[in-house]
C-alpha cells in the first residue's frame, strides 16, 4: 500500500528533464556499458577472445540497469552523475589493469 502512495504522489516529470533522462539512458548508458566491456575483457580469467566476448554479453546486462537507473533516479542531475561515475571507475579500473598487465 506504501508504495502505491508513493506512486500516486510523485509529480511528472517535465519534457526538459525527460529529454535528459533519455539522454543520460543513451549516451552515459553506452559508456558505462562499453567502459565495463574493457574493464571486463581485462578482469576475467579466462582466454582474452573469451573474455571479450563474455564482457561483451554482459554489457548488456550493464546498459540495461543504466537505462533503469536512468529513469529511476530521484532527478536527471542524480541519473548522469551515477552513470557518469559508474564510467569513470569502470573506465579508470580498466585503464588501471591494462597498465598493470602490460
Do not use: H, Q
Amino acid at each position: 500500500m506504501r508504495i502505491f502512495l508513493v506512486l500516486m504522489t510523485r509529480r511528472t516529470p517535465s519534457i526538459p528533464e525527460g529529454l535528459s533522462r533519455g539522454l543520460a539512458a543513451v549516451l552515459a548508458g553506452y559508456a558505462l556499458a562499453y567502459a565495463f566491456t574493457a574493464f571486463a575483457s581485462l578482469a576475467l580469467p579466462m582466454p582474452r577472445a573469451e573474455a571479450v566476448v563474455t564482457g561483451s554479453m554482459l554489457s548488456f546486462v550493464v546498459y540495461l540497469i543504466a537505462v533503469v537507473w536512468a529513469f529511476a533516479a530521484r532527478s536527471a542531475v542524480r541519473a548522469w552523475a551515477g552513470l557518469l561515475a559508474g564510467s569513470a571507475l569502470f573506465g579508470a579500473a580498466a585503464l588501471g589493469l591494462k597498465f598493470w598487465l602490460d
